[in-house]
């Protein structure tokens, strides 16, 4: 087994040193060992778990939800049910997100189109509606 020091863990996780301090900090990796000398000390176990965590957040996955989806991976217990349940619970929010952002896309597009004529900012309909209300759903009317 490799004992790696915390600059050559980050390397060969593609991490900088201050990100493998941080998921130590948020309870992401465990503590490691440390050396005669006071360096930490890694085993090879931490770059595959940091690898993990850094495909776990690029799926969208939540410092918290990494951590649980962790345990679940080190539990004896655990199921692969309950890591389909959570990944398909990440997988609604996606979805949820990406209706809204298809709802401002709609509506700053009517936005950039009502606001074709080069006029003063007090007409300007884009400013207009940022003073109302409800901005996704609204466009203003051409002036």
Do not use: W
């Amino acid at each position: 087994m490799a004992r790696l020091t915390i600059g050559e863990l980050a390397n060969r996780a593609g991490v900088n040193r201050e990100t493998v301090r941080y998921y130590e900090r948020r309870r992401l990796l465990p503590r490691p060992p440390r050396s005669v000398t006071g360096y930490r000390v890694f085993s090879d176990d931490a770059v595959d778990r940091l690898r993990f965590i850094k495909h776990a957040q690029g799926l969208g996955f939540t410092l918290n939800e990494i951590r649980e989806l962790l345990g679940l991976r080190l539990g004896e217990r655990s199921s692969c049910d309950e890591v389909r349940a959570r990944a398909a619970r990440k997988l609604s929010d996606v979805e949820a997100k990406i209706a809204a952002l298809e709802r401002i896309r709609i509506a700053l597009g009517g936005l950039v189109t009502a606001c074709k004529a080069r006029r003063p900012t007090a007409l300007c309909p884009i400013l207009e509606s940022l003073k109302a209300r409800d901005t996704a759903n609204e466009v203003p009317s051409r002036r």
